[in-house]
C-alpha cells in the first residue's frame, strides 16, 4: 500500500495563479482532510471530508476549494493565490471509527511569489 | 472551541527521560492523540488516550487525566532520532464533529 500521496511535491506561483493539489489515498478511508502548517502554527484544517461527495470547512478555508469525487481522491483548489497562502500543505486520511489516528501525505511546499 | 497549550521547546539527553505536556480547554472530546514529526517530513500518529491513565507503547507512554484538563507524553531512553516535533491533538465531542484540533507542537532536542 502506498499510504497517502500527494501531488505535487514542491511548486511555485506568482500571486494570482490558480493550481489544485491532489491527495490520493489507498487505505479506504471515508475521512479525508488537508491542513496548512507554517512556523509556530502547528496544523490548522482548511476543509475536510465525511464521504465522497461531501465536503466541510475547517479552521482556515477562505481563499481555499476542495473537492472529493471519488473516495480514494481529494483535490484542493486555490483559485487566486497569495502570498499568505505560501505554506506546507498536508493531507491526511483516517477511518470513521478512528478519527484520532490520522494517516498523513508527505506534503507539498508552496511559494507563492 | 478547543485550545491546547505544549511547551514550544524542550530539551534532553540521550538515554534520559523527557515528559512532554499538554494542558487543554474544551468542553468535551473523545480522546487525546499525539504525533511525531520529523523535519521535513510528514506527523505520524503515536498513541491515543481515550480513558484516563497512562498508554504505553515501547519506549513511548501518553497520560490523560481528564479531571485536570491535562495530559503528556513519556519519551524514555532517549535516542537521537528521537528530536522531533511533538503534537497532542484533541477530538472535540460537541456537536458531532469528530474533526481534530492540533496544538502548537514541542520541538524536542535531544543532545548526546
Known amino acids: 500500500n502506498a499510504g497517502v500521496t500527494q501531488t505535487p511535491k514542491f511548486r511555485v506561483l506568482k500571486t494570482g495563479q490558480s493550481m489544485t493539489l491532489l491527495c490520493a489515498q489507498d487505505m479506504n478511508h471515508e475521512y479525508m482532510y488537508w491542513y496548512r502548517q507554517d512556523p509556530g502554527m502547528g496544523l490548522r484544517l482548511i476543509h475536510y471530508s465525511v464521504g465522497e461527495g461531501t465536503t466541510a470547512k475547517g479552521e482556515v478555508p477562505d481563499g481555499y476549494n476542495v473537492s472529493r469525487l471519488k473516495k480514494q481522491n481529494f483535490l484542493l483548489g486555490l483559485e487566486s493565490a497569495a502570498p499568505s497562502q505560501t505554506s506546507v500543505y498536508f493531507c491526511?486520511?483516517?477511518?470513521?471509527?478512528?478519527?484520532?489516528?490520522?494517516?498523513f501525505g508527505p506534503g507539498t511546499r508552496l511559494t507563492v511569489t | 472551541g478547543q485550545s491546547l497549550e505544549q511547551p514550544s521547546e524542550v530539551t534532553a539527553v540521550e538515554g534520559a527521560i523527557v515528559q512532554i505536556n499538554c494542558t487543554y480547554q474544551?468542553?468535551?472530546?473523545?480522546?487525546l492523540s499525539w504525533y511525531q514529526q520529523h523535519d521535513g517530513g510528514a506527523p505520524t500518529f503515536l498513541s491515543y488516550n481515550a480513558l484516563d491513565g497512562l498508554e504505553e507503547t515501547g519506549r513511548f507512554s501518553s497520560f490523560l487525566s481528564r479531571s485536570d484538563s491535562y495530559g503528556y507524553l513519556l519519551l524514555q531512553e532517549l535516542q537521537m532520532k528521537d528530536s522531533a516535533s511533538y503534537f497532542c491533538?484533541?477530538?472535540?465531542?460537541?456537536?458531532?464533529?469528530?474533526?481534530?484540533?492540533f496544538g502548537r507542537g514541542t520541538s524536542l532536542i535531544v543532545h548526546p
Open positions: 491526511a486520511s483516517s477511518k470513521r471509527q478512528a478519527t484520532y489516528e490520522q494517516y
Open positions: 491533538a484533541v477530538s472535540p465531542s460537541s456537536g458531532g464533529s469528530y474533526i481534530p484540533t
Open positions: 474544551t468542553s468535551g472530546f473523545y480522546g
